[in-house]
Structures are given as C-alpha cells and as structure tokens.
C-alpha cells in the first residue's frame, strides 16, 4: 500500500517533458558584405574556395579554412575571377583553388 501512495506522490509531482520541435533552428545570417570564403569543393588533397564581400576580410578567412583543412601546409594553385553558370545566367566568382602540402 505505501509503494502505491508514494507512486501517487511522484505523479502528481512529475510532468510530462516539453515536446521537442523537429525543426532546427535556422542558421544566423552571415553578414557576406564584411568577406567570407565559403567551401565550394573539399577532398583530402586540396579543395576550391568562393570569395564574397569584402575581399581582403574574405581571403583572411579562406586563409584560416585552408590551415585548418590540410594542418597549416597548403598551396594557392590558382586564384582569381571565374565565371560560372548558375540558373541559367552568367555569374563571376572570385575562387581560389588550392592543393595540402604533404610532408614526405
């Protein structure tokens, strides 16, 4: 009888959890007129990088994506104004391709 007046007790203390969206929560807004470099290809031996914005802000962080995608050693293979096709339309990008320098 006492297991059942305690089991009592705990229930009317106890609530059920709060239901837990199943939707994530949107990612912040990135501010791309102060320069990002965002991973347009990665693999393990280099990757390519799109420069928008500001573009000195932006190769400071293509900078720190390409240090830590090949462990601080990489090499700027080619860098500049490419023009791609998106939708249909003409559209020039700043890229910069990259290889990771591997110690032998």
């Known amino acids: ?53 500001d573009r000195h802000r932006a190769r400071a962080r293509a900078e720190v994506v390409m240090e830590g995608h090949c462990a601080g050693l990489y090499t700027i293979v080619q860098e500049g104004e490419e023009t791609v096709t998106i939708d249909e339309r003409p559209v020039t990008q700043w890229r910069v391709h990259y290889v990771c320098v591997r110690d032998t």
Do not use: N
């Open 1 to 53: 009888m006492r297991s059942l007046a305690l089991a009592g007790a705990l229930g009317a203390c106890w609530s059920a959890p709060a239901p837990v969206s199943a939707v994530a929560p949107a990612p912040a807004p990135r501010d791309v007129a102060a320069g990002d470099a965002r991973i347009l290809s990665q693999s393990p031996l280099g990757g390519v990088l799109v420069l928008d914005g």
